[in-house]
Nanobody
Framework: QVQLVESGGGSVQAGGSLRLSCAASGRTFNAMGWFRQAPGKAREFVTAISWSGGGIRYADSVKGRFSISRENAKNTMYLQMNSLKPEDTAVYYC?????????????????WGQGTQVTVSS
C-alpha cells in the first residue's frame, strides 16, 4: 500500500524556519513535490524535485527562501523553509508521481499525503 506521510509542521513567528519531511512507503517515485492550500484558496504548487535531484522547480513566491531535497535511500523528501512569512500559512501537502520532470501541476501527481499545517504569525 502506497503511503505519503508528512511531518514537521507547526507554528512559528515571521522570519523563522521549519523543516518538513515526507516519508514514502510502498514504492519509489520519480517526481516528488510540495503543494500548499491556504483557507479559502486553491491548492497551489510550491516546489518539486526529480528522482536524481538534478531537476528542481520553485514557485516564484518561495524562491530564495525554501529549499527542496530528497534522500532516495530513505524514500524521503524534505522542505527547508526559511524566512517564513504570514502568507506562507497553509496546509502543506506532499505529492508523488511517475513523471520524469518536477511538474508544477496537480494532475502530474498520483499520490498525496494527508497534509501538515504550517502557521506563521506576524
Amino acid at each position: 500500500q502506497v503511503q505519503l506521510v508528512e511531518s514537521g509542521g507547526g507554528s512559528v513567528q515571521a522570519g523563522g524556519s521549519l523543516r518538513l519531511s515526507c516519508a514514502a512507503s510502498g514504492r519509489t517515485f520519480n517526481a516528488m513535490g510540495w503543494f500548499r492550500q491556504a483557507p479559502g484558496k486553491a491548492r497551489e504548487f510550491v516546489t518539486a524535485i526529480s528522482w536524481s535531484g538534478g531537476g528542481i522547480r520553485y514557485a516564484d513566491s518561495v524562491k530564495g527562501r525554501f529549499s527542496i531535497s530528497r534522500e532516495n535511500a530513505k524514500n524521503t523528501m524534505y522542505l527547508q523553509m526559511n524566512s517564513l512569512k504570514p502568507e506562507d500559512t497553509a496546509v502543506y501537502y506532499c505529492a508523488a508521481g511517475n513523471g520524469m520532470r518536477p511538474g508544477a501541476y496537480k494532475y502530474e501527481y498520483d499520490f498525496w499525503g494527508q497534509g501538515t499545517q504550517v502557521t506563521v504569525s506576524s
